[in-house]
């Protein structure tokens, strides 16, 4: 399913994913965004509004439904496709997931929400392309995440975390950029299985030489998510891959 992209825009050049994109690659802000000015593209990347962010206060609807979908409209006729990143967690009530499957997740969340009523409007779109990542995370994540402490603790901060003993269906960010260039179908971008989060910050940490006492877990039990993970496994992107790809980036970021 490899395509030739030379030229591709990215809407949302701060976004996480768009930061993974080739270089080489057209990059615009997603705010006072003028679609007449786009000429011809290969491919469109609709990045921005990727947060998953759970504050109940904000208006998702604006964004990632009305603003979103106007976008698309109007860039439609300037590429061959547009990709649009939905999320795996619509299905995260489901113990294992695929395309296929009706959505099962918390419908208290905002967010989700907002995400499955603009996945539904695109899904039957001519030449847009759905892709449903899951949790993926990087040093252009937002502060504020769970991400980011790992971040300071390989700095060689002390940090404190809740009880970070529980697993998830997680990937870096480039892995999430780099399926998105070479498929030109919807799809689900997640690895097939869990990872233990103390385990992989541990690792990583191990790799830059800082104790794993750089996070202090208090033992407080969150109700844990179920552990949802996509039904095929991409044997592509192990588990070391998965940490090799975390060290790297942290590496970059420290060295900046």
Request: charged share 25%.
């Amino acid at each position: 399913h490899m395509k030739d992209m030379s030229d591709c825009l990215v809407v949302g050049d701060t976004s996480q994913v768009s930061h993974c994109l080739p270089f080489s690659f057209s990059r615009v802000s997603s705010r006072n965004f003028d679609a007449d000015l786009v000429d011809d593209y290969d491919r469109i990347f609709i990045c921005f509004a990727e947060q998953r962010t759970f504050d109940n206060s904000l208006d998702f609807m604006e964004v990632n439904y009305d603003y979103t979908l106007s976008m698309i409209n109007n860039l439609l006729p300037k590429c061959d496709d547009i990709v649009f990143y939905s999320t795996a967690m619509l299905w995260e009530n489901l113990k294992k997931y695929s395309i296929d499957d009706d959505y099962s997740y918390d419908k208290e969340n905002n967010y989700l929400v907002s995400k499955q009523k603009i996945t539904d409007e695109l899904k039957g779109m001519d030449k847009v392309l759905v892709h449903y990542p899951c949790n993926f995370n990087s040093t252009f994540r937002k502060s504020g995440y769970l991400f980011s402490k790992l971040v300071d603790a390989c700095a060689g901060n002390i940090v404190t975390t809740g009880d970070l003993d529980f697993n998830r269906e997680l990937v870096h960010a480039s892995y999430v950029a780099n399926t998105s260039l070479y498929f030109d179908e919807s799809m689900i971008i997640a690895p097939g299985y869990l990872t233990n989060v103390r385990k992989y910050f541990h690792d990583v940490m191990d790799h830059f030489g800082v104790p794993a006492s750089n996070i202090q877990e208090s033992m407080t039990k969150h109700k844990p998510k179920p552990n949802s993970m996509h039904s095929v496994v991409d044997t592509s992107y192990d588990y070391d891959r998965l940490v090799e790809d975390t060290i790297i980036d942290i590496g970059r970021h420290l060295s900046d």
